[in-house]
Every structure is written in C-alpha cells, then in structure tokens.
C-alpha cells in the first residue's frame, strides 16, 4: 500500500512540475490567495466609437505654460480614449504640436514662448539649455484633421461658437492661433468642427474656466505683468456676463446630444484656489533696520498727508481714523512686513478736495490679498515696497468676489443643465480643487496638494495640472462614467497608476 501511494505522488509530481502554484490550485479547485479575479470592463450600451473632447486648456493638455507633444499625450482625453478603445472606441486624434519645447511661430516669428521648467525654481526652458527653434508654426506647417481633441487653450464660453476663431487673419486681435493649427477652415467654429463628426460620446470639460481666468491672470486689470493684453485670453480680459454663458452653456450641450450622444460635463473651480494665486504671501518681505527706516522716510511724506486729510474731512464724516490706519504704511526690522499695493477701492482723496489730490490710493496688503506668480521675481527688485504694486499684480477681496459670483452662477447653470438632462453627467472639479487646496487627496501611494511643484498636481505655471494631474483627473471622468451610465472602469482596475506619470517634465525632454 504505501508503494502504491508513493507511486501515485511521483505521477502527480510528474504532471504538475511545469505549472505555476496558482495552476494546481486551480486544478484542485482551490482559489489562490491574493487579489480577487476582477469583472470584465463592459460599456453597458455607452457608445464611445466617436469620441470628441471640446474645451480649453486643460482638454487640450496645456502643462508648465505651453503645450507639447508629452504633455499632449498625457491629456486626459487622450488617456480617456485609451480606456475608450477596451470597449469600442475607435481612433483618438490630436493636433500634435510638432516637438517638446512648446511655444509658437507664426511664420517664423516667435508668438508664444517654450515651456517652464523646474531648475531650484520653475523658470524658462532656454535659460537651463540655452535659444530653441520653436517648431509648431500657424502659418507653415498645420496639422490636418478633423482631431477628435478640440481643447484649444484660452478659450472662453462663447469662443466655442466663434466662426472667427479660426481665423489667421485675426490671431492676437480675435482669433486663436491653438484653434488656428485644427480649424476645418478660417470660418468654422470650435463646436461646428465637433458636430461634423457626428460623435456618440464627448466631454465638455473646464467651460467657464477662462471666463473668469483672464481676469485673475491681470490682477483684476485686464493687462498681464508685461503690460499687454493676457496672451491666454486672446481678447477682453474682462469677466463674462452669467447670462451669455448660460445662453452658450445651453447651446453647446443642446448640439452636442442633438443626436443621442451621452457626455460628461465639468463644473468651474474656484481658481483663486490656484498655486497662480496662493504661492505669493501678502507679506514675504524681510528688512534689516536700517533699510525699515529709510523706508519709513520715504513714505512719511505720505503718512502726514493722510493725517491732513483725516483732520479736514473727518468732521464732515467723509474720511475715518479706520480708513487712515488702513492706508498708512509702516515698516520695521524683520521678517513679515507686508507689500504697498495700490487699491483702486479706497476713497479717491483728491475728488473730494483737490487738496488732497497728491495723495494715492496706498495700502499695504492683508492675508485676505491674493498675488499673481509673475509677482515672486520683482519682489527682491523693490515692487511691493519702494514700488507700490500696481492692480495686475493684485486680487483685492472685491476683486475675488467678481471671480467668486461669476463662478457660483456659471455652476449653478451647468448644474441645472446636468441634472435635466439623463444624456450627460456631471464631474466636480470645483470640490477636486477644493480639496486639494485644504486637505490633500491621496492617489494611490502619493498625496496630492495644490501645492506649486512639490503638490504633485499643479504644473509650473500654477494653473494647469501635471500629468499626474491629468491622470488622476481622467480616473474622475471614468468614476463619474461608473456612476451615471453603469460602466465599471473602476471594479474591472481600470483606473490609472499615479506612478505611471511624472510630476514634471525633464529640461532634456526635445
């Protein structure tokens, strides 16, 4: 007997000494340990053999203040469409810029600059590798389409239904030169170029965003740091009316889902929350005390005159002492002493008595300012305090409350349109960046903040994402899919791997 059993242990040893554990277990139907067999992802009827992606900067990939062939790849529609392609969708095509240094030519002149780079602080591309040839040029090599990527950076709500924003002829003026390189023609529109190719599926992501962006870009001034126009806005910096949106708001969707198509739309985040406009303190000035003094005597002039004024017109009850202890300026030795900007929402002096009408409407800064980034490199050359900050460098709060309004009423009208309409959901980017901004979000092994450069969300420029960003903005997307329509991205482990992408981008990378 016992010959009998080695016998048979020596066969069974013979057939299963070429299979993995997990095979003979298996065999012997006993389940191995570890992670459990996951469903098979299914559509569950969501047709994704056309997919188009229509919005700005963010759809289109835009990382470290340029747009480039990595960073295209990386955009969340892109990394959509690869998940897509498991379940039906088809071919994914975006206007590729032609090389990885990013900016634009028009004709061989320079229109829009490289990428930003991370070398001890985010800076320019050539100053770590010295002068590129900028390569993608509107006029003398465009790509063909149609592209089922049509994120165009800049645009606002009503650019979408422009069918002069393709125009070359009106590049700087009213025209867009991202549009320019994808238009179908100089007089198509964002949206007509997307409903030609008739899509079964589509996103409409961050429409809204620039609407208010441009204006927080200019400090509230409608000028960039250079004094011109935002180049991202292409146009008026101010913010757009909350009716035009909802009226454009309304017509996108409605010709998007004209033919049954489902989609996912996003709401707008609250962008003050940006690293753009949270890195820069109110008070990063350190001073020792002799350069605190010759401060003091530079701006006694003013102090006094503020105290003229104060015993003038505070008996007539048009100027307060409160007022006057807010305008006044004070340094001292130390770090924390707070920046001079100038505020266009204090009382103008000098139209009430023309006594006064030397004295500018200074303050200095409160924790309740928000900065612009350009900001942090004029600081050591005296800006903020021999040189009072001018409004484009500034967010006072009644310019906050501008973007805030504008933002609450543009999400109010995505929010209503979503929730009548059972052919589209809604993805929350406002609550994402939200969090980021207070508590972090853990993905995967990594927590991510909103913080610039070492938040792992954030690009250089302090508006756009990174690719992790995008990544993990792309598995919002495919929750929000899960949720809404019964697909399961999710439970089948298709979600995407923080560690599959960077947090920046090599000066190296051409």
Excluded at 100 to 121: D, H, K, S, Y
Excluded at 197 to 210: A, K, R, V
Excluded at 354 to 367: D, G, I, M, N, V
């Amino acid at each position: 007997m016992n010959t009998k059993y080695i016998f048979l242990i020596l066969i069974l040893i013979g057939f299963t000494a070429c299979n993995e554990p997990e095979d003979v277990l298996k065999d012997f139907n006993i389940e191995p340990e570890g992670a459990p067999e996951l469903p098979e992802l299914t559509a569950n009827g969501v047709d994704f053999s056309k997919y188009v992606a229509v919005g700005a900067s963010f759809t289109a990939g835009f990382t470290d203040n340029a747009l480039f062939k990595a960073s295209q790849a990386n955009s969340f529609p892109n990394l959509l469409s690869q998940k897509f392609a498991m379940i039906g969708g088809g071919e994914f095509k975006q206007p590729l810029m032609n090389d990885n240094f990013g900016g634009l030519a028009a004709n061989g002149t320079r229109i829009a600059e490289p990428r930003l780079v991370f070398f001890n602080a985010p800076t320019s591309l050539e100053s770590v590798i010295g002068p590129v040839t900028v390569t993608t040029d509107i006029v003398l090599n465009n790509p063909t389409g149609p592209f089922n990527n049509l994120g165009v950076p800049g645009a606002k709500s009503f650019h979408l239904l422009s069918n002069t924003y393709g125009d070359l002829a009106g590049v700087g003026v009213y025209s867009n030169p991202y549009f320019v390189r994808m238009a179908s023609s100089p007089s198509s529109s964002i949206i007509a170029d997307a409903i030609a190719q008739n899509p079964t599926f589509f996103t409409l992501s961050e429409i809204g965003g620039n609407d208010v962006l441009g204006y927080a870009l200019s400090g509230g001034s409608g000028v960039d740091q250079t004094g011109n126009l935002n180049p991202l806005t292409y146009g008026s910096s101010d913010i757009t009316d909350p009716n035009v949106f909802a009226n454009t708001f309304n017509a996108l969707v409605a010709q998007l889902t004209s033919n049954g198509a489902k989609g996912l739309v996003t709401n707008v985040p609250n962008i003050t929350d940006l690293a753009h406009f949270t890195t820069v303190p109110y008070n990063p000035v350190p001073l020792n005390s002799g350069t605190a003094a010759a401060l003091n005597q530079g701006y006694a002039a003013y102090n006094g005159g503020l105290q003229q004024a104060l015993a003038a017109l505070e008996p007539l009850g048009l100027l307060t002492a409160e007022e006057v202890q807010k305008r006044t300026i004070t340094f001292a030795p130390g770090a924390g002493n707070a920046m001079v900007i100038i505020d266009e929402n204090l009382t103008d002096l000098g139209a009430i008595n023309p006594a006064f009408a030397a004295l500018p409407k200074f303050r200095q800064a409160t924790a309740e300012d928000l900065f612009v980034l350009s900001l942090s490199s004029l600081i050591p050359q005296g800006y903020g305090t021999q040189i009072a900050l001018e409004d484009k460098y500034v967010l006072t709060p009644e310019e906050q409350m501008s973007i805030q309004n504008a933002t609450n009423a543009y999400n109010a009208t995505i929010e209503a349109i979503a929730s009548s309409n059972s052919n589209i959901a809604l993805v929350d980017l406002n609550a994402i960046l939200n969090q980021l901004s207070t508590t972090g979000i853990v993905y995967d092994d990594y927590t991510l903040t909103g913080a610039l450069v070492t938040g792992g969300t954030i690009s250089l420029d302090g508006v756009h994402l990174t690719a992790r960003g995008y990544s993990y903005m792309a598995n919002k997307f495919l929750e929000a899919l899960d949720d809404s329509f019964g697909t399961n991205f999710e439970a089948s482990g298709n979600f995407f791997k923080a560690g599959d992408f960077p947090t920046n981008y090599s000066p190296a990378l051409q």
